[in-house]
T-cell receptor, first 111, second 117 residues
């Protein structure tokens, strides 16, 4: 069983739709990361959070430590948001670079 | 500020050979981590270096090794290459320290795509 579970695996949306990607993990963490990977491989860190909620532009990330669950929301989705979104965690007591990754959610936004 | 750079970007090797990949972190970053990405296993942590010391190591065989230099640049080496080592190898740099109220965000390089024939 993967220690970091993401859902859905694949998501197709129409431009303008509100999108939610979910991430669940199984043990205590010190931080959770949301990453974006475009075709070609480059990864961009979107958020790093350990509690509450963060917002950047049309992206919102929330985390519920008690429920071991995080969500990434995209408002007013656009075709340029098409990418793979990856959730990763740093376990409590682990070093910061020791990330455990989910399998990713492939998002396709149609115009 | 220049981003994380990795060289080479693409590499083709044959089974049994060895390979060295290089990663130059963002200026001022002291931590470099390496990850392997394959279609089957996804992203997996290889190792992390901080101030020239290996701080943590993932579950990979001893054929995978790395080091970090005094200028924080890092190299990883894979000896006796196997077909299954074909992957995208990513490095990421960060400050490496927990700062009060601060971030230890990872900044990723573009990756080196290794193909083993």
């Amino acid at each position: 069983k993967n220690e970091v579970e993401q859902s859905p695996q694949n998501l197709t949306a129409q431009e303008g739709e509100f999108i939610t990607i979910n991430c669940s993990y199984s043990v205590g963490i010190s931080a959770l990361h949301w990453l974006q990977q475009h075709p070609g491989g480059g990864i961009v860190s979107l958020f790093m959070l350990s509690s509450g909620k963060k917002k950047h532009g049309r992206l919102i990330a929330t985390i519920n430590i008690q429920e071991k669950h995080s969500s990434l929301h995209i408002t007013a989705s656009h075709p340029r948001d098409s990418a793979v979104y990856i959730c990763a965690v740093t376990y409590r007591g682990g070093s910061q670079g020791n990330l455990i990754f989910g399998k990713g959610t492939k998002l396709s936004v149609k115009p | 500020k220049a981003g994380v750079t990795q060289t080479p970007r693409y590499l083709i090797k044959t089974r049994g050979q060895q390979v060295t990949l290089s990663c130059s972190p963002i200026s001022g970053h002291r931590s470099v981590s390496w990850y392997q990405q394959t279609p089957g296993q996804g992203l997996q942590f290889l190792f992390e270096y901080f101030s020239e010391t290996q701080r943590n190591k993932g579950n990979f065989p001893g054929r995978f090794s790395g080091r970090q230099f005094s200028n924080s640049r890092s190299e990883m080496n894979v000896s006796t290459l196997e077909l299954g080592d074909s992957a995208l190898y990513l490095c990421a740099s960060s400050l490496g320290l927990i700062l009060a109220g601060g971030s230890n965000e990872q900044f990723f390089g573009p990756g080196t795509r290794l193909t083993v024939l």
